[in-house]
């Protein structure tokens, strides 16, 4: 973790949500200010509850696909760029809702930090963006970089925007590849789909795919970690990361101890075929030497996250205040 | 090069353009109907000059920042999207150049097609969304794509679009990255550039970069019958192809020939540095391999193309009507 620093005012899209809102405490510790954008669609305004009111932060609602407040990007440092519409399901529905949230809210941010001289930007990717890759664990270098959702489109666009940006104007650009994050304020994926369908109907949980789809689960507090390291020991001028654990974890396995967690009544059901959905990605598992180079290791495994999630969404319910 | 075919309507973009009026003219001889959009900013109707009148292809002039015409895609069994901005370097003086005339106009486009229940999208790409590469000649599965300019990004952003249109839609993609196209109706790129310098001031001809950067320059009559060959004979969902030769031609050769075309008398001056300008990729030779399997051979290589383009521009100026 990086030593606290003297005043280094971060700007952090979407800082209400659920990987934000730990980034923005982390950051507040290390002693940033911290000027949070989001526009509270599926961030939450608890999510900073409990914060101190002591001017070091601050909370801008903040629409992405028109403009990105240039003001607060003014005698920023840096720029966490964690905004996007976080249910990539959606995507096949709308075509447009990952272009205007994903790809156009990025090219405002890096306009916005362009403008104002910002010297680090730091952006969260995805797995996705490997679409259905052979090789595993996969590595950043893998190639073709084929997305199978319009999610993953969007997370590509990104990347090369902040690639170009860095090439073109010197921005310092970090972009990190997430497996499937995971903790207790998750306001969507699959722990958090589980627990809503078996709250529904207690006798039944339907499982999308064949259940066989198998994935790593990063705890949001070693993602948040993990970004920090980068941010403080990465001097490429374009650093990307994937950020996971070793291991992973099948969806059946998830169901099993969803059931299991909230009574045991519910039978287990399969809509079939090796995809959840159009899009879904079944099997994922990153390369993450890059980042343990830096000197970072996950606390938790894919496993003990999956529990960890589990058992605080069993005690207090999915998505509640953390 | 693919046999007649009946009736197969097909819709391009960028059609007017130096590369999309050869591949017009190509598919009306396959005995396709073609509907040519484009915004004649660089295309030009000179280009489609001495077609039949006979109702079997038209030109509607549009805009594809907002919108593509969606009453020319019905109907359609194919889209070539080819519109793009053809000047990498005006995206670091106005980087909503290409977010709007690239990636914008490939949603757009995807989108008309989708609703149109078109079966195959094509898509011009670029060897720039390697980025700089480090491995010669660079095959399609090379990795990270990490694009230097804002024209790169946007080529890759359009690459993420049709791979995510393929796997949610059904839709058939093809992308094809270019390695330099050059021909006699080119109005834009190196040898096009050096000749207008030389007729501005034929005492000096100023090259950007130390002039060791090398490259591969592919025949656009070549480019197209590679195109087609592709449509013809590949049958993935998404299909990615490298089109270019086995060779490469140095920029200070270019100029040198260029001069030597235009007299002998202007004096060669490098502006030094290993790249012409931000974003430029100093290097470029593109693995084959995948694009001749299928049994397309470039009629001519790299040097036997650019000296074919610098005669034509010697005999009638350069971007004279083909």
New interface residues.
């Given amino acids: 973790m990086s030593g606290p620093r003297t005043a280094a005012p971060a700007v952090v899209t979407g800082g209400a949500g659920a990987i934000g809102s730990v980034l923005v405490r982390a950051l507040l510790a290390r002693g940033s200010e911290v000027r949070v954008l989001d526009n509270l669609s599926s961030g939450r305004r608890s999510h900073l509850a409990g914060l101190a009111d002591d001017g070091r932060w601050r909370l801008v609602e903040t629409d992405l696909r028109k403009d990105a407040r240039p003001a607060e990007f003014a005698g920023a440092e840096e720029v966490w760029h964690l905004a996007a519409n976080p249910d990539i399901r959606l995507?096949?529905a709308d075509?447009r809702t990952d272009?205007e949230h994903g790809?156009?809210a990025t090219?405002h941010v890096?306009?916005a930090a362009?403008r104002a001289d910002v010297k680090r930007v730091l952006f969260s990717s995805s797995s996705v963006?490997y679409?259905y890759p052979t090789v595993f664990p996969t590595p950043?270098?893998?190639?073709?970089?084929?997305?199978?959702?319009?999610y993953?489109?969007?997370k590509?666009?990104g990347?090369?925007?902040l690639?170009?940006?860095a090439?073109?104007y010197g921005i310092r650009a970090f972009i990190f590849r997430f497996a499937n994050i995971i903790g207790p304020t998750m306001t969507h994926g699959v722990i958090y789909d589980f627990f809503e369908k078996v709250r529904r109907d207690p006798s039944r949980l339907e499982v999308l795919g064949d259940g066989r789809q198998s994935k790593s689960y990063l705890w949001v507090d070693d993602c948040v970690s993990a970004m920090l390291r980068a941010d403080d020991a990465a001097h490429d001028l374009?650093n990307?990361f994937n950020l996971g654990t070793r291991d992973r974890v099948s969806v059946r396995e998830i169901a099993e101890r969803v059931v299991a967690a909230t009574g045991g009544r519910a039978r287990i059901e399969f809509t079939g075929g090796e995809r959840g959905w159009?899009?879904d990605v079944p099997q994922q598992l990153l390369a993450i030497d890059r980042i343990e180079g830096l000197g970072w290791k996950p606390t938790w495994d894919s496993r003990a996250a999956v529990d960890k999630t589990i058992a605080t969404f069993a005690a207090s319910g999915p998505g509640a205040p953390g």
Same sequence: chains 1, 2.
Avoid: K, N
Avoid at 140 to 150: I, K, N, V
């Fill in positions: 995507g096949t075509p272009l790809t156009l090219f890096l306009e362009r963006v679409g950043e270098e893998y190639g073709p970089l084929l997305p199978q959702s319009l993953g489109a969007s590509l666009a990347e090369a925007l690639s170009a940006y090439h073109c374009v990307v159009a899009g």
